[in-house]
């Protein structure tokens, strides 16, 4: 099972870049990188998911360099909604010891 | 479509009540979750239901029953309330398509305090 370390919290002003890295050293060689965020108050919502190199969606990109050991979540342009918990989650399969959700990093979007 | 829908949103409990949260969902999910989420936790597993018919225990099942009453409900059940069960109660469930990881839909969480 491997498990992730993130920052406890970050902050940033409002338009700026924001990059959250992952450290997950114990990857395995079937595990996905996924990313989570959570408002106060609400369930997780999935922001993005990948495998190795580059993801992007409408909301946020997802770097994974080629050992994969690590990973980071880049949200452009913040916004004061922005402001919530980031989960990174390793696993390979959806069966419930294969993944764990770690302690998040709390994400401060400063006007 | 309404996702995963939780009941109740709030509950409180005495030491020694029982109760059941019950959780439901209208995606066709194979596989459910519930999860608790205490301050500066993140969330942990308690059990999950890979598919209509199998329970399996999480991180921290103690204290808790599950039923996978069909594909659509999965419920979870304390027994006797204990004040360290106090916690945000989380419902989730997935495709559960199998050789891969799938995206989990959370509910909108219980939040239940045991005096």
């Known amino acids: 099972l491997a498990k992730t370390t993130q920052p406890i919290s970050m902050d940033s002003y409002e338009g700026q870049e924001v990059n959250i890295t992952c450290s997950h050293n114990?990857?395995?060689?079937?595990?996905?990188i996924t990313w989570y965020q959570q408002f106060p108050s609400q369930g997780p919502r999935f922001i993005i998911q990948g495998y190795k190199t580059k993801v992007t969606n409408e909301v946020a990109s997802l770097f994974i360099p080629a050992d994969r050991k690590s990973s980071t979540l880049s949200l452009p342009r913040v916004s004061l909604s922005d402001t919530a918990v980031y989960y990174c989650l390793v696993a390979r399969t959806n069966t419930g010891n294969q993944f764990y959700f770690g302690t998040g990093t709390s994400l401060t979007v400063i006007p | 479509n309404a996702g995963v829908t939780q009941t109740p949103k709030f509950q409180v409990l005495k030491t020694g009540q029982s109760m059941t949260l019950q959780c439901a969902q209208d995606?066709?999910?194979?596989?459910m979750y519930w999860y608790r989420q205490d301050p500066g936790m993140g969330l942990r597993l308690i059990y999950y239901?890979?598919?209509?018919?199998?329970?399996d225990k999480g991180e921290v099942p103690n204290g808790y029953n599950v039923s996978r009453l069909n594909k659509r409900e999965f419920s979870l059940r304390l027994e006797s309330a204990a004040p360290s069960q106090t916690s945000v109660y989380f419902c989730a469930s997935s495709e559960g398509a199998s050789g891969y990881y799938n995206e989990q839909f959370f509910g909108p969480g219980t939040r239940l305090t045991v005096l």
């Open positions: 995606m066709n999910h194979n596989s």
């Open positions: 239901s890979a598919s209509e018919g199998t329970t």
């Open positions: 114990n990857i395995a060689t079937n595990d996905y």
